[in-house]
């Protein structure tokens, strides 16, 4: 089995084996991995494994030079998905190794591959981490009321139907500006640092027609707001944000739901609501809008470490930092933010 980092000229080839492929994801596509290069300046390795001059296997793979959180190979680069995609066990192997290969010959601290689904048989030197995440989907119901309906009574229903009340309008196609501008002091309050606005740029450059941002605003006020893209029938709010001022009138329950009905306009019977970290107000959140969470399965090659890193905020080392980051000027974490984010991705 051959395997080999490929380029821009094997793009097509590449695309269409993740369009075949039932594991593949729009993590996988070409244009996710270059989109990230182009946008936080992550290196780009595109691993194909190769039966003759046919591919039979893929790992989008991002070099992720960090000076706070260490060095890298990432599958893929800021994903919720990306692990191996390989028509059997050989394929799968052969990446995998190369993966390893890679990782001593770079010198990076660990191999990441962000598995949607554990692995039937993990191969040797790679250490499964199935506890930490968990991913949100399920169907879209035929209209607005059904999709009520579907919430728990005892979850988010009331709070979802109590936004239908309070003068909120939705904008789908909005300018990714002002989804970034809404996106930014979401993330200050969370204590997050927020991914620059070339980095949604280069993602719809990268992948024309996949991605549109939507925002939920009153009286011009922009309150929250989503950066979604399509994949195989599913609509997927990959970026999402609010303000206090829209929280107080529940723009974001307003948002999920308006979002739900335009991926199902847009000809789409589900809807992905992402990737939460167990135990966070995320994970209780889309819970209570009646998803069932899926256990993520990532897999970690360690090259100098003893653990995986665990760079989010409920790791105690980062606490007092995301409550000072709260307390920043919005100038400021807008300045800052972007050099922070794109070494976490």
């Known amino acids: 089995m051959k395997v080999g980092i490929v380029g821009g000229e094997a793009a097509g080839a590449w695309d269409e084996f993740v369009h075949g492929h039932p594991g593949g994801s729009f993590f996988h596509l070409h244009g996710w991995t270059r989109a990230i290069e182009a946008g936080l300046g992550h290196r780009a390795l595109h691993l194909a494994a190769f039966a003759g001059r046919r591919i039979a296997g893929i790992l989008p793979l991002a070099l992720r030079r960090s000076r706070l959180f260490g060095d890298a190979l ?43 689904s554990p692995p039937p048989a993990p191969s040797p030197g790679w250490l499964v981490v199935d506890d930490a995440h968990a991913m949100f989907e399920g169907p879209i119901a035929g209209d607005d009321d059904a999709i009520l309906r579907a919430i728990p009574r005892k979850g988010r229903r009331h709070d979802v139907r109590r936004s239908l009340g309070r003068g909120l ?16 002091e ?94 966070t107000g995320s994970h209780a959140y889309k819970k209570s809008w009646g998803f069932v969470p899926r256990p993520l399965a990532y897999r970690y090659f360690l090259e100098g470490r003893d653990a995986p890193p665990r760079t989010d905020p409920s790791n105690p080392r980062y606490r007092a930092l ?11 974490a807008n300045a800052i933010g972007p050099l922070v984010a794109r070494q976490l991705a």
Request: positive net charge; aromatic residues 10%.
């Open 186 to 279: 979401s993330y200050r309050n969370l204590g997050t640092p927020v991914f620059p606005l070339r980095h949604m740029q280069a993602l719809d450059a990268a992948l024309p027609g996949a991605f549109e941002a939507s925002v939920v605003e009153r009286g011009g006020e922009k309150l929250a707001a989503a950066f979604s893209f399509r994949f195989r029938g599913a609509i997927h709010p990959f970026y999402a944000g609010g303000t206090r001022a829209g929280r107080e009138l529940g723009a974001s329950d307003f948002l999920f739901l308006r979002l739900m009905g335009r991926g199902r306009e847009l000809g789409c019977t589900r809807f992905e609501f992402g990737r939460s970290r167990v135990g």
């Open 74 to 116: 990432v599958s893929a680069g800021c994903a919720t998905g990306g692990g191996v995609v390989a028509e059997g066990a050989d394929a799968a192997s052969a990446l995998e190794a190369e993966a390893m290969r890679l990782a001593r010959e770079l010198r990076v601290g660990h191999v990441e591959l962000r598995d949607l």
């Open 322 to 332: 995301v409550a000072g980051w709260r307390l920043l000027p919005l100038p400021v």
């Open 169 to 184: 309008a939705f904008v789908p196609g909005a300018p990714v500006e002002d989804f970034h501008r809404v996106l930014c």
